[in-house]
Nanobody
Framework: VQLQASGGGLVQAGGSLRLSCAAS????????MGWYRQAPGKEREAVAT???????NVRDSVKGRFTISRDYAKNTVYLQMSSLKPEDTAVYYC??????????????????WGEGTLVTVSS
């Protein structure tokens, strides 16, 4: 199971970016998907998550500015970021909780992380 993230870049304060993250693998059921970020010198923190049922959790500091959504058919999660601030500068990582099946047809439960995409917001 792999995650491929894209959409990071350099933007001025007040601008917008949309991150995408697609999960791939065989016989894959994706449950919760989420976005995390890690700024220089800081610990990784959760930004937003969305359950398989569509319930979302969004970090207080980005509420009203960031929106998480997913395309179930494409196993893809999106993070629409608006009114970006310099303090949003970080490497953004996506993750996914999943169920797949091994060669013996046994279910395998796991969590996978994407490689990260850099978002830089200039003042």
């Amino acid at each position: 199971v792999q995650l491929q993230a894209s959409g990071g870049g350099l933007v001025q304060a007040g601008g917008s970016l949309r991150l995408s993250c697609a999960a791939s693998g065989s016989r894959l059921t994706v449950n919760e998907m989420g976005w995390y970020r890690q700024a220089p010198g800081k610990e990784r923190e959760a930004v937003a998550t969305v359950s398989r049922g569509g319930a979302t959790n969004v970090r207080d500091s980005v509420k009203g500015r960031f929106t998480i959504s997913r395309d179930y058919a494409k196993n893809t999660v999106y993070l629409q970021m608006s009114s970006l601030k310099p303090e949003d500068t970080a490497v953004y990582y996506c993750n996914a909780d999943y169920i797949s099946y091994n060669s013996r047809d046994e279910p395998v439960v796991g969590r996978v992380w994407g490689e990260g995409t850099l978002v830089t917001v200039s003042s």
